[in-house]
């Protein structure tokens, strides 16, 4: 071969190479532009709004559950706004918070409310930012009183199967409850707290600012400051949102209206889920709550102050 001829034959290789280049980059580039831009993770906004019931309680555990388990989640902000609700689903929510907060930063946003129970839900919490007209605390437990003796028209197998439990034992309970409460609080929010436990029982609520001041929370901010914290402490640069919301309460519902358009009067039953049946109930429940205790009258004063039909409006914030 002569050398003009091994000359052509190199530039052909070499220009073969090069089309083959050009075209394996075009289509590669738009996979690498697509993996440069995938985020390095997730950050889980998770509701918790409206009163706390064993429903919307377990919708809340629920997600927080599938959040610890998604792998392309890396930290939750828990959105609070809410009075609270009854003991037991409280309970629930905070051992589920705990829970997540051990595999992952949890940072909670007061939007409203963090009253009673949804503060217990907090409480494990990271962070907790609120906002200057928001509310936190009530860190206290009450209970209502079932009717005493056998409703007229019915046959029980038991002196205590009509009503359960006597006015001291439930008064038991609920201090039982309340120990337990404040003390998880202590131990959650620790030196960050100015409140002495004494102070802390007596379940008063605070605006925001004055919350950050007891150390009830932790800084003023948004939604956006505890999403930002949360990523940051997720070690996340790049990441995505994902909204997982609270059960959908029906229009009429929110309005205090039924079907028909009448306008109920507020119940325990209908805000607790036990229709047609009176039974104690153990509330961390935030603000003022009807009562017919007039129908009561073998019940002390103390024990009208906690029966209750859990119509609830908003006591005086500390500001």
């Known amino acids: 071969m002569s050398r003009a001829s091994a000359r052509g034959t190199a530039r052909t290789v070499t220009l073969v190479f090069a089309v083959v280049g050009v075209v ?15 985020s390095d993770g997730k950050v889980a906004v998770v509701e918790l709004h409206g009163t706390i019931t ?22 939750v902000v828990l959105d609070v706004n809410s009075p609270g609700g009854t003991a037991s689903a409280s309970e629930q929510l905070y051992l589920a918070v705990k829970r997540t907060a051990g595999e992952m930063p949890v940072v909670t946003s007061v939007t409203g409310t963090a ?9 494990p919490t990271d962070h907790i930012f609120v906002t200057p007209a928001s509310v936190v605390g009530s860190v206290g437990v009450r209970a209502t ?9 019915e046959v029980v197998t038991g002196p205590d199967k009509g009503s359960g439990s006597t006015p001291d034992e439930v008064r038991q309970r609920v201090e ?10 202590m131990a959650e929010r620790g030196d960050e707290l100015e409140l002495s436990r004494e102070e802390v029982s007596h379940a008063k609520v605070y605006a925001g600012a004055r919350g950050v001041n ?9 939604i956006d400051a505890a999403i930002s914290t949360a990523a940051e402490d997720a ?36 805000v607790f889920e036990y229709r047609g049946v009176d039974t104690v109930q153990y509330l961390m429940l935030h603000g003022a709550i ?3 205790s007039a129908e009561r009258t073998d019940a002390t004063d103390a024990d009208r102050a906690t029966a209750s039909q859990s119509a609830v409006a908003a006591p005086e914030v500390v500001a």
């Open 115 to 123: 009253a009673s129970g949804s503060y217990y839900a907090s409480a």
């Open 54 to 75: 064993g429903d919307s309680a377990s919708a809340v555990v629920q997600n927080l559950r599938e959040a610890r388990q998604n792998a392309s989640i890396e930290a």
């Open 24 to 38: 394996a980059g075009a289509a590669l580039a738009p996979q690498a532009l697509s993996y440069a831009q995938q």
């Open 290 to 292: 009807e009562t017919d």
């Open 145 to 153: 009183l079932p009717s005493q003796g056998v409703p007229p028209g």
């Open 176 to 185: 039982t409850l309340r120990r337990a409460f404040v003390g998880s609080v």
């Open 235 to 270: 070690g996340l640069n790049d990441y995505d949102v994902v909204r997982m919301e609270s059960p959908q309460v029906s229009l009429l519902s929110q309005l205090g209206l039924e079907a028909d358009g009448d306008v109920p009067s507020p119940s325990t039953e209908q």
């Open 214 to 222: 007891n150390g009830l929370a932790d800084e003023i901010g948004g």
